[in-house]
């Protein structure tokens, strides 16, 4: 297992992490998966063995059963791994349990750490923009978590470029705690991160945790071109993310991927994760699965390495047509690009 540096911090994470949607599996998460705490024993253990050291769960995941069964399946290993969780979602049928305010922060933090039985949350993440809470509210009450041991560090997910870097700018100007880390939807079905995401993250140090890396299933090689939807998957119990704006091209990029995997003796699945894993910028991939089976076989991608060849195809299978103003950029600003600026255009150049 690689680690990688989080972001400008000095934390090193495993480049596969565990997700956990799938502790509990009451509610709208049900169709990720129905794991209790014997089922997520196991999965750590596999996890720890294969040297993840990082562990992702939110306060809305099964309303507040995830972090339970983690905190509960990790026991006396807690200092083992680092737990990363959110805050913004609905707790409660009340005005104020949810959002980004100073208020709903504390008071979810606390929770969470009696639901997770811990002292301190080693990743405390803002898990969706709010717009009706200033900034500085928000910052300054995670900045009062990191300084009271409550929290370690902090990080963004599913932040627009602009709401991360006025984030980052109201940070350094009232010199609060700042994120360390993103994350983010990032997958060969759809690469809307790196037209800024991306970028952002590369020039201002911030690590790219990648949530859904498969698409939600989409890139495992169980959906196929003209089959129906296999019995006890995710779509076919319901579950809508990620949304499929072209079908053609998303099944095009999973016969690449087949037949990559078919080359390698390994899972369509595998494939996609290695790509992402070989991504400029991308830190680590959160994976959750349903069983052991699938959870062994997802972290077997850490040590698949993909060739030049291979990741041209994927790319050249996957990818969109450049908006405007990259294509532009790409056509006659070539000779002034940073490598933030390359991780989008770098292969829309023409061969030097």
Not at 173 to 198: K, P
Not at 221 to 236: A, L, M, N, S
């Amino acid at each position: 297992m690689e680690y990688r540096q989080l972001g400008r911090s000095g934390l090193r994470v495993s480049t596969i992490t565990l997700g956990t949607m799938g502790f509990g599996g009451t509610g709208w998460a049900s169709p990720v998966g129905r794991i209790d705490v014997e089922g997520a024993r196991r999965q750590l253990a596999l996890c720890r063995d294969a040297g993840v050291n990082l562990v992702d769960t939110a306060d809305v995941y099964s309303a507040g059963l995830s972090e339970q069964i983690l905190g509960e399946a990790l026991g006396k290993d807690r200092d083992e791994v680092l737990i990363a969780t959110k805050v913004r979602g609905d707790m409660g049928p009340g005005p104020n349990d949810g959002g980004l305010s100073r208020h709903h922060i504390v008071r979810a933090c606390e929770a969470s750490l009696r639901r997770l039985d811990t002292d301190h949350i080693d990743l405390y993440q803002v898990h969706e923009w709010d717009g009706l809470t200033p900034l500085e509210e928000t910052l300054s009450a995670l900045d009062a978590l990191v300084q009271s041991g409550k929290v370690r560090y902090v990080g963004s997910s599913n932040y627009t470029a602009r709401q991360l870097m006025k984030s980052l700018w109201i940070s350094d100007v009232h010199g609060l705690e700042s994120f360390v880390s993103e994350q983010i939807y990032y997958s060969l079905q759809a690469r809307d991160a790196e037209s800024e995401l991306i970028p952002i993250a590369i020039e201002e140090g911030l690590g790219v945790l990648v949530w859904s890396p498969l698409a939600g299933g989409l890139l495992s090689g169980k959906y196929r071109r003209g089959q129906d939807t296999p019995e006890g998957t995710r779509r076919f119990e319901g579950w809508t993310e990620p949304p499929v704006h072209d079908e053609d091209r998303l099944y095009d990029t999973v016969d690449a991927l087949v037949a990559i995997g078919g080359e390698h003796g390994v899972s369509a699945a595998q494939v996609a994760l290695a790509w992402l894993l070989g991504r400029t910028g991308v830190t680590s991939v959160i994976v959750g699965a349903r069983t052991e089976e699938q959870l062994a076989d997802n972290l077997a991608a850490a040590e698949l390495a993909l060739s030049d060849d291979e990741i041209r195809r994927l790319d050249d299978v996957s990818g969109v047509p450049l908006l405007y103003p990259y294509w532009h950029q790409a056509n006659t600003g070539a000779g002034r690009l940073s490598p933030a600026d390359l991780s989008l255009l770098g292969r829309h150049l023409p061969a030097s």
